[in-house]
């Protein structure tokens, strides 16, 4: 495999992306061009090699802790890619994602049914149930990190959003609600309908698929 030093120095990635742009480089260059160097003994496309096959089976999913498995992957690196996939996902999030149905919303926040923790997130919409932002508001098991309706609708009102959905992940795989699933749910309902921001579903994703519980009937 060729190495850095032997690439002409207009051809490496960061220098491409300079001359000609991000959409001419492979997975690989991009990646050497996020981390931006190897480590001794370990060249910064072989780096590169490794982190590329690690994302090709983890997908958008990949953590700091596979990364670090990598030989030549610190805490450093691995948070730079991380924190690329999350940026990109952010600004994936656009209006023209449209929610009519549970399943409209499942490609944005697939990523959670991989996630060893769990992550309570909210959704804002417009009037035309048009997605507006999409925020994580807690990370950590529900029933030892309350959601609070504070901080779920605080931004929901500076978006000033028509409603909102709420999708959080079980690790354990299994989508079905929990009783204190149900009470969050209640409670942030009441609190939407006091500040007139409707609650349109709240949905719970894990490896087994995932529970709409507006479809359940439980909101």
Do not use: W
Not at 16 to 42: D, F, P, Q, V
Not at 54 to 63: D, F, L, N, P
Not at 163 to 190: M, R, W
């Amino acid at each position: 495999m060729k190495q850095i030093r032997d690439v002409r120095e207009e051809d490496r990635p960061r220098e491409k992306i300079a001359r000609a742009g991000t959409a001419h480089l492979s997975e690989r260059e991009l990646i050497a061009a996020i981390i931006g160097r190897g480590t001794k003994g370990r060249d910064v496309y072989t780096v590169s090699r490794d982190i590329e096959q690690v994302i090709k089976k983890r997908g958008a999913t990949v953590s700091t802790e596979d990364l670090l498995e990598i030989e030549g992957v610190g805490n450093g690196k691995a948070s730079q890619i991380c924190a690329a996939f999350e940026l990109a996902r952010r600004y994936l999030v656009t209006e023209e994602c449209k929610v009519t149905q549970p399943e409209d919303i499942l490609p944005l926040v697939s990523y959670l049914k991989n996630k060893k923790q769990e992550y309570f997130i909210c959704i804002t919409l417009n009037g035309a149930n048009e997605v507006i932002e999409l925020r994580e508001i807690t990370k950590g098991l529900l029933n030892h990190s309350p959601v609070h309706p504070r901080e779920v609708f605080a931004d929901a009102i500076t978006d000033r959003a028509a409603s909102v959905l709420f999708v959080h992940n079980h690790p354990s795989g299994n989508p079905d609600p929990s009783s204190a699933d149900i009470e969050i749910t209640k409670t942030l309902q009441e609190a939407g309908d006091i500040l007139g921001i409707g609650v349109l579903d709240h949905i719970i994703i894990g490896k087994k698929g995932f529970v709409s519980l507006k479809s359940r009937g439980l909101l």
